[in-house]
């Protein structure tokens, strides 16, 4: 069994953080997690969990910081092992650290590249004896608020984001650096910096989270690509099995099994 509870950020981390995901199980389980367009920061209050590719179980540390990842991820957790994912708004890591965060594209890495042993060490410790869930959480923003460092949003990118979110990933990053009066590779680098991938990547990723949002049968999977902007079914395919891991009728088949 399962338990997946939910949590608001408190006000002062709303600009930068969606939530919190507690995730419990009771008993050995592998989940399946989608791209998304934001990073992630896993706290492992118990338990042991994985990343498994090709059959290989690596365990991951008991605080991960995750970069963007362009296809889909399975995370494996043993019986009895309870965490807590900080999911950041787009662009919202950058206000919690200060290295362009398009160097852990890809890349699942411990918090002790970021922060001291000891002071992780101690937040470990404290999450252990927490009384209840929503303490648990409160410890850990309590260690995101002292991270929080002077960010001041990038207008120029997070207007970027908002057209490509609102055309559903479907634009051209060149005239859409020409829209907002900037060279593409000046573009190109601030986003990647603040964004944790490329533009056209970033894209991608919200174009298929369209495509899954959108679909209600029995709209054709052919009408499904032509409609956000693929050339021919085989493009669309291809790029969905990469992102999901299935085809898109084994995928919707069995929808409610993804996470992002």
Request: glycine share 4%; net charge positive; hydrophobic share 40%.
């Amino acid at each position: 069994m399962m338990k997946i509870e939910t949590f608001l950020p408190a006000v002062s981390l709303r600009p930068f953080i969606k939530g919190y995901r507690l995730v419990e199980c009771e008993e050995e389980r592998i989940n399946k997690i989608l791209p998304d367009t934001a990073l992630s920061l896993a706290f492992r209050i118990r338990g042991e969990f994985g990343s498994v590719h090709d059959n290989y179980l690596a365990q991951l540390p008991a605080t991960t910081f995750s970069g963007i990842q362009k296809s889909v991820r399975f995370i494996h957790y043993q019986k009895n092992t309870t965490a807590i994912i900080v999911l950041f708004k787009e662009t919202g890591a950058a206000a919690f650290f200060k290295e362009p965060l398009d160097e852990y594209f890809e890349l699942s890495l411990s918090m002790e590249n970021f922060d001291s042993a000891g002071r992780l060490s101690t937040l470990q410790d404290q999450l252990w004896h927490a009384h209840n869930n929503a303490q648990a959480v409160r410890l850990i923003e309590q260690y995101l608020i002292e991270r929080l460092q002077g960010y001041q949003v990038d207008k120029l990118i997070y207007n970027a984001i908002e057209r490509i979110n609102a055309a559903g990933g479907r634009l051209n990053i060149r005239e859409l650096s020409n829209e907002l009066y900037i060279s593409q590779d000046a573009f190109e680098k601030r986003f990647r910096k603040l964004a944790g991938t490329t533009p056209k990547q970033f894209s991608s990723i919200v174009r298929i989270k369209a495509v899954i949002k959108q679909y209600v049968e029995p709209v054709s999977f052919y009408d499904l690509a032509l409609d956000n902007g693929y050339y021919d079914q085989p493009h669309f395919n291809r790029d969905f099995k990469l992102f999901t891991g299935q085809t898109p009728r084994d995928f919707f088949r069995n929808k409610s099994t993804a996470y992002w």
